[in-house]
């Protein structure tokens, strides 16, 4: 099975030591026979904390994505929670799963009442409206996404690869108490990479609660291996109805050509 992992912005170089410890976390958790391939989105800037770069970020991310049926993949996974998941299983046709809804959907077999802890108040924002989206709010608690304080940086994030107690859990647990409080019985980490790295240091639940933290991520890339499986035994990927319908491939490649969508994921 290959998995295109896509992400949605550039491989930037200061960033090195987390492309690494992200790869070598997940890899010993996939299925024998399971390889994920990382790729990036060329041209973006790097920048997600908006609504409107969130868009542009998804057109760069969806150039990937059908780059990657293209090369054969079995199953694309969108690395982000600011997603384009619904555009993505519009115009492919393998199975598409992105970190925030697949990781929601297993929240559901796991406690009564989820909520997810995330990086920044725009990154809430993005992630509530996917929730209600989803059809999800049911089984979340009010005001079901809530941001750390101080909002997370670069710096942060890299002093979380080596030791994320020393800055980004007390931030996190105190978000998460925060919800606990208010009825939630599961914790979802709201970012791609934060939740692999606290799992590798055995960070798994919120101290003397009970309460789990669930590394999104593993668990969406396991549902994704599970949704390659269901397409090949049963031959059903998606719904043809008017949602998910693929379009007309060409109708699709004069519109990218009309936005001037280029090789390499680039926009004019």
Known sequence: MR???????????????????????????????TEIEYRFSAGSANFTRSSYAEHLNSVLMLDQAIQAEKDGFDGVFIGCWNDALWEAREVLSIP??????????????????????????????????????????????????????????????????????????????AAARGCIA?????????????????????????????????????????????????SRATGITKSMGPMFRTPDPAKIERARAALAVVEAGKLR
Do not use: N
């Open 96 to 173: 598409v799963a992105s970190v925030g809804e697949q990781s929601m959907l297993a929240a559901l077999a796991m406690g009564q009442r989820f909520a997810v802890v995330t990086v920044s108040q725009k990154t809430a924002v993005a992630i509530e409206r996917d929730l209600f989206a989803y059809g999800l709010h049911e089984r979340a608690i009010s005001r079901p996404v809530r941001s750390i304080a101080p909002e997370s940086d670069g710096d942060l994030l890299l002093g979380a690869v080596t030791d994320p107690h020393s800055g980004f859990i007390p931030r996190f647990e």
């Open 182 to 230: 208010d009825g939630a019985d599961i914790i979802l980490v709201g970012c791609a990479y934060y939740g692999p790295l606290l799992r590798r240091v055995g960070y798994t639940h919120v101290a003397d609660t009970g309460i789990p933290v669930i590394d999104s991520t593993t668990v969406a890339i396991k549902y994704l291996e599970a949704m390659v499986g269901v």
């Open 3 to 33: 998995i295109c992992w896509i992400h949605p912005t550039t491989k930037t170089p200061e960033l090195a030591p987390l492309w690494t410890t992200i790869e070598q976390t997940v890899s010993p958790d996939l299925l024998p026979g």
